[in-house]
């Protein structure tokens, strides 16, 4: 229960003080039509050389996006660097994101600036969620205009950092996400970003032979490849670099690799969302744009609150 206030707590935090209707009234498809008007195009090329030298930055880019809004907004604070440590993506529940997300942003960047048309105009933050959104369009899955003009953050602390558990049930999920302003769809078609990628053992070894709503099948195979290899993991769906929507289908079969997946089909009060999404791409797709826009509009900042970076590691 005490867990359950604190995600309560900090995403209402996270949610009333930065979500300024001022803010989020900057954010337009076209806000850089005349200031760097091939970005899309630059960002787009940046993150199809990424996804071809590696096969896990697509899924990297993807959650470094969802990790970096809910903790300050979406500010590309995640991508601070400090000298002495103390950062968000040192805090330990942030020790899962994989360097090929943060590489994929540090070069999407680079590409950007290399127009000098382009140069020191455009946020880490915005090229942030335009890199998401490329990762899941070039894996398969739905294409959708992002609403840009946020500014990035100059701070980045490691103690801020709380995000939701792989243990998570329902009422902490909801809450979680309630205190940023999204629903329970909104969170279940968010959750869906887990068919793309893998998780390490350390998320969901604790359910092996103790879940009952795990596949007797799907567990004797993690025991496997988790007791024969401390630095093991396993794919999140069938398809770990496709986005589609066998993630829910896993779901209805008790193959959910976490827990805080696999509360969504076991808690009947949301099973019948995951049976909709499993049953029909096309919804998961437009309820998954729908949720990926009001992500996008957590944390907002403004050049009185911001900054554009010239280096996403470093505040100017």
């Known amino acids: 229960m005490a867990r359950l206030r604190l995600a309560f707590v900090a995403a209402a935090v996270v949610s009333a003080a930065f979500m300024s209707p001022s803010a989020v009234a900057q954010l337009r498809p076209d806000y850089y039509a005349s200031i760097c008007p091939n970005l899309e195009t630059i960002v787009r090329g940046s993150v199809q050389q990424s996804m071809a030298k590696s096969p896990i930055s697509a899924p990297a880019a993807l959650r470094l996006f969802f990790h970096d809004c809910v903790v300050r907004g979406c500010d590309a604070s995640i991508m601070i660097v400090n000298s002495n440590g103390d950062d968000e993506w040192r805090n330990s529940d942030n020790q899962s994101l994989k360097p090929d997300g943060f590489q994929t942003i540090l070069n999407a960047k680079a590409a950007v600036d290399s127009d000098p048309q382009c140069r020191y105009k455009v946020s880490c933050a915005d090229i942030l969620a335009l890199a998401a959104k490329e990762s899941v369009y070039q894996s398969g899955g739905p294409n959708y205009q992002v609403e840009l003009g946020r500014y990035d953050g100059r701070v980045s602390t490691r103690d801020i950092v ?56 799907l567990a004797a195979q993690l025991r496997g490849t988790c007791s024969s290899n401390p630095n093991g993991f396993a794919f999140l769906d069938g398809s770990p670099v496709s986005f589609d929507n066998a993630f829910y289908r896993n779901l209805q079969g008790g193959r959910g690799l976490l827990g805080s997946d696999q509360v969504l089909y076991s808690d009947t009060r949301s099973r019948g969302t995951v049976d909709y999404y499993a049953s029909n791409q096309g919804a998961f797709f437009g309820d998954f744009k729908a949720a990926m826009t009001k992500l996008g509009r957590v944390g907002v900042k403004t050049a009185a609150t911001g900054e554009i970076r010239r280096d996403c590691r470093f505040p100017n």
Not at 169 to 196: E, R
Request: with cysteine.
């Open 162 to 217: 709380v995000l939701p558990h792989a243990n998570f049930n329902l009422d902490q999920l909801n809450a979680f996400f309630s205190g940023l302003g999204l629903s329970q769809t909104d969170m279940i078609a968010l959750s869906g970003g887990h068919t793309l990628g893998a998780a390490d053992c350390p998320f969901f070894q604790y359910r092996i032979g103790t879940d009952t709503t795990m596949d007797s099948s």
